[in-house]
């Protein structure tokens, strides 16, 4: 009988409650004098690349007030990922994934923010000239980057000008002065289709920017949320409760009460500065240095002792692609799904991929033609559109996370010329390393068929793979000779 998914555990409120329970865990440790030119940079990418490996504060930094801390590797397991997502800590990986694709599945049912006219946010308030965004420690990341960047574990609240809905979205900050912020947004994603109607109404953009809040909320603001729906909302749906926001001071816009550090300002269309280059989630420098807009500061609030919240992409697998193919997996499950698609059994998008370029989809084939129905599908819908490369469609017999028997599936039950697809002029975009500096913004796919052919099915030879059951009662057994579980004690 499946696992119904817990409802008694309880989701942290803030960054400050959620550090708590990742510490009783014991998947929390802090490091002291690590130098934000270098170190922070250099020990999180160990981190992200490195598993199991803790959640970093990394405090008393060179330069800067101790107590002003940054938060690196906090979503880098599946452990912190329960913490954060309210699943039982003590469910394996997959049953995670499962609970959590189900929950997504049935639908996340939104809880509306509260507005309340206080909050912690305000312990600490800089207007006019008092504003200094370089109090705050923003690390180099990458040995080649063209600046320092503030907002990776952050996210940017904009407003629709035209309809009025909120959005969240990650999207990379550079610091370029004291008031002043660089910020990259790619084409097509919810904050530059708000960032665009302002500028094409030749006005001002109100930005509110949070490089350090809750974890859930930035789950949310880098999860494919359909279009119309803010984060809040849904985050709220997630928790159980509603988010606390105060209206801001400067845009109006709603900025969380409970956040570590708020920055309030304005970008113009016509108000650019030099930003870049900065290493992205592919692995490569692909967007180089270009004039983008900035955004004016003319506020910022924030916590005593104040955490910045730190998630810098690296080349994949990293802590990034780690817990967005967990959130990205599901949202395409779910779209997948939605389309009336039968007999999906697993979906994982993969972190060597950076949980866009290498999906992975198993079935119980129910007709002809079924494998290639959910191939284009998973490689169209809007949560696998976006800068994808390769999809590959499975049987159920084979595990979508385990990267070496999807391979195998392809290299023993795909025939090139029979089970490949591409499908040409796909939407991509200025961060795909692969595409010509000149014709940026489209890319191809490539749909691969790696299950039983239909036909011929029932005449394929048996494979070795052992059945779930022999899986378990093997672990069960034998686990502790790789490590899995105690050895069993002699009678």
Not at 127 to 155: N, Q
Not at 306 to 335: C, H, K, W
């Amino acid at each position: 009988m499946a696992t119904k998914l817990r409802t008694d555990v309880q989701t942290p409120t803030d960054l400050r409650q959620w550090l708590k329970k990742v510490d009783e865990i014991g998947e929390l440790q802090v490091v002291t004098g690590a130098s934000a030119d270098e170190d922070i940079g250099m020990a999180t990418e160990l981190l992200g690349r490195t598993r199991p490996s803790k959640a970093t504060i990394f405090d008393e930094i060179p330069g800067f007030k101790k107590g002003f801390r940054v938060l690196a590797n906090g979503l880098g397991s599946f452990p912190r990922i329960a913490v954060t997502l309210g699943l039982p800590l003590d469910a394996s990986p997959h049953e995670m994934v499962r609970l959590w694709q189900e929950r997504v599945r049935g639908g996340i049912q939104t809880i509306k923010s509260e507005t309340v006219k206080d909050g912690p946010v305000f312990e600490n308030v800089m207007r006019g000239s008092e504003v200094d965004v370089l109090k705050f420690p923003a690390p180099k990341w990458h040995e080649f980057d063209g600046g320092r960047y503030l907002g990776t574990g952050s996210f940017d609240i904009t407003m629709d000008p035209d309809e009025g809905w909120v959005n969240l979205g990650t999207y990379r900050v550079m610091v370029q002065n004291k008031n002043t912020l660089g910020f990259y947004i790619s084409p097509g994603k919810h904050g530059r289709q708000h960032r665009d109607k302002w500028f094409a109404k030749g006005e001002k953009m109100p930005v509110a920017f949070v490089p350090g809040g809750d974890p859930l909320l930035f789950l949310a603001a880098c999860t494919e949320i359909p279009y119309g729906i803010t984060e809040y909302d849904w985050a709220g749906g997630v928790r159980g409760t509603p988010y606390r926001v105060v209206k801001g001071p400067v845009t109006g816009l709603p900025i969380p009460a409970d956040a570590e550090i708020v920055i309030e300002g304005f970008a113009d269309g016509k108000d650019k500065m030099s930003e870049g280059p900065f290493g992205e989630w592919t692995g490569y420098y692909a967007s180089g240095e270009r004039e983008e807009p900035v955004m004016r500061v003319e506020a910022i609030y924030h916590r005593n002792d104040p955490i910045v919240l730190a998630s810098p992409p690296n080349v994949p697998p990293d802590e990034q692609s780690f817990y967005r193919a967990f959130m990205r997996s599901a949202r395409l499950r779910g779209d997948i799904e939605a389309a009336s698609i039968p007999g999906i059994t697993g979906v994982w998008c993969h972190e060597v991929g950076g949980s866009r370029l290498f999906n992975a989809i198993s079935i119980t084939q129910r007709y002809a033609g079924h494998a290639r129905q959910v191939g284009h599908a998973a490689a169209t819908v809007h949560s696998g559109a976006y800068l994808g490369r390769y999809t590959i469609v499975v049987d159920e017999d084979i595990d979508v996370m385990d990267l070496e028997e999807v391979l195998w599936a392809m290299c023993t039950r795909s025939d090139p010329s029979e089970s490949i697809d591409i499908i040409p002029r796909m939407w991509s975009g200025p961060l795909d390393p692969r595409i010509h500096p000149d014709k940026k913004g489209l890319s191809s796919r490539a749909i691969i068929d790696a299950t039983r052919p239909w036909e011929w099915r029932d005449k394929f030879p048996r494979s070795q793979l052992p059945t779930p059951e022999t899986k378990r009662r093997a672990l069960e057994k034998w686990g502790w000779l790789v490590g899995k579980g105690d050895r069993p004690k002699q009678s």
